[in-house]
């Protein structure tokens, strides 16, 4: 099976393009277009597969799957979403359609999608950075992913169209799939959280999904999106989406191997991937005056439209179903975006701190509504981050403490605090100007409660540059971070699990019912 082989030395390129801080499925492409050259120097026969291709597009269904499961209308119904993805697509598409069919003697057709295939940055490498980073959950992460996923949904109804299939009339059976939404929660909710959780998602998004949907004249790929979109309210939908992860990327390895190994580039697809990539520039800049058109400040429009300067991965599956022959070209631009747009995000906040002051001057007086500064007013303590144990330390201080807030980077679940009767605010504690803009005279007490470390330093630290003098305390996991968080300027932080021992202890010496002496009443 030459298949298990191609993926292992794919797995190796990959590897070592992750050693150098590449996205690894550059290293794919590469593994690729190394076996086709394997190929034309010697007499060793080096071509896709039936199982390659089987493969490759049951990543592509995978891929729309775990899009749908993030795709909750309110992340994307807000106007710098909608309006800056769609603008931008517009403004992409009529500058680069005429280009391309002037300056490449094009049909008016084939340079009109190489212009949509270009218009879209990579859902892949922008989540994969603001993950690492930390920053899925602020502000302009939140916006470059609800961007992407309007691209998305974008390049899905380019892909339907482009397939030219027509629905037969069963395909109306389909505007009853929401009637299944209660049935699919509760599979969800007794498939547990091993691999009946992984099997539920396959089911889903390739048999009843995939096959579903072709069967009634409709595209594969609006199906697995459809059912992924139809969990994406519920409570475990994230759980699912992390349980496919892996195994998405295992089967889109396939995807990028199979357009390695359909031939080399030529000279002309070389210049063609020079040149969009010497234009990438204006991709993100356009995306920065977008943003900024919609009220952001110059540091939230900066690093979404940095996180946004790449071509896609989609832009590869829209080439693999209407331009099969602009694969190869296109594969080299997607791999060279990455190789420049990799690096640059993983210094974005050291960027912007160094262009800030021409930046700046570009933005609104006018702020957007999430991004006022915040005045703490009376307020004496102040829990940042109120997922499950900030929400739990809140509700046990308000009891006794009737001046208290909470702070938190995610408007979906400030909005859910706000309707249950908590006192709580949006605000991003990774944010510079957050802290510029925070007026807090009387607090007395803070508790860092956010999930990942790195807030937890930042806010330790700009909490004593403020000077603030009080009580600062944290949690984690690790002794090593605790360590961290001290030296930041926290003056205490507890493990997690230790304190979590020591409530269950106090419950059982508290509730443990008197048990009589055994000498008791002896004589």
């Not at 800049?285 to 940095?306: D, E, K, T, V, Y």
Request: charged share 15%; glycine share 8%.
């Amino acid at each position: 099976m030459p298949e298990a082989i191609w993926i292992s030395f794919a797995f190796g390129l990959g590897l070592l393009v992750k050693a150098v801080g590449l996205p690894p499925l550059v290293g794919y492409l590469a593994a690729g277009f190394v076996l086709s050259g394997i190929s034309a120097a010697t007499d060793i026969t080096i071509e896709a597969t039936d199982v390659l291709a089987h493969i490759a597009h049951l990543g592509v269904l995978l891929l729309l799957f775990t899009v749908g499961l993030k795709l909750k209308l309110r992340s994307i119904i807000s106007r710098e979403v909608i309006g800056g993805s769609l603008l931008h697509f517009g403004i992409t598409c009529t500058v680069f359609t005429p280009g391309l069919y002037l300056l490449m003697d094009l049909e008016l057709k084939t340079a009109f999608l190489l212009a949509i295939a270009l218009s879209f940055s990579s859902t892949v490498l922008a989540a994969k950075v603001l993950e690492t980073k930390r920053e899925l959950r602020a502000f302009h992460g939140r916006v470059a992913i609800g961007i992407l996923i309007m691209q998305d949904l974008v390049a899905l109804v380019v892909m339907s169209l482009a397939a030219g299939q027509t629905p037969s009339q069963w395909a109306l059976i389909v505007f009853g799939l929401p009637l299944l939404r209660p049935l699919l929660y509760k599979l969800l909710d007794a498939s547990g959280h091993d691999e009946l959780l992984v099997l539920l998602g396959l089911l889903l998004a390739l048999v009843v999904g995939g096959l579903g949907f072709e069967a009634v004249g409709l595209s594969s790929e609006l199906g697995a999106l459809v059912f992924g979109a139809m969990l994406a309210n519920h409570p475990r939908s994230q759980e699912l989406a992390k349980s496919l992860w892996s195994v998405k990327e295992v089967f889109l390895v396939g995807f990028f191997l199979q357009i390695g190994i359909g031939g080399l580039p030529d000279g002309e697809a070389m210049i063609f991937a020079i040149i969009a990539t010497l234009v990438l520039p204006l991709k993100g800049i356009l995306f920065f005056f977008l943003l900024l058109l919609f009220r952001l400040r110059a540091r939230s429009g900066f690093l979404s439209s940095l996180s946004l300067t790449n071509y896609s991965e989609f832009g590869l599956i829209v080439a693999s179903v209407a331009l099969p022959e602009w694969l190869i070209p296109l594969a080299i631009t997607v791999s060279l975006s990455f190789v420049i747009s990799a690096p640059l995000n993983r210094f974005s906040h050291s960027l912007y701190e160094r262009f800030s002051g021409s930046l700046g001057q570009f933005e609104s007086q006018t702020r957007h509504p999430d991004e006022q500064p915040v005045s703490l007013g009376d307020t004496k303590v102040l829990v940042m981050g109120m997922g499950r144990t900030g929400t739990a330390a809140y509700d046990w201080l308000n009891e006794s403490e009737p001046a208290l807030i909470g702070l938190d980077s995610d408007p979906a679940k400030t909005r859910t605090h706000q309707e249950a009767g908590r006192n709580v605010v949006f605000a991003d504690a990774e944010d510079n100007t957050f802290w510029e803009g925070l007026h807090m005279p009387n607090v007395e007490a803070v508790i860092l409660a956010m999930n990942d470390i790195e807030g937890k330093l930042i806010a330790a630290r700009m909490l004593r540059k403020k000077g603030f003098k009080g009580y600062v305390v944290a949690h984690t996991l690790y002794a090593d971070e605790a360590k961290k968080i001290r030296e930041a300027g926290a003056d205490e932080a507890y493990l997690t699990m230790s304190e979590t021992g020591v409530a269950l202890a106090s419950h059982l010496r508290d509730n443990q019912p008197a048990v009589p002496s055994q000498t008791a009443g002896t004589i």
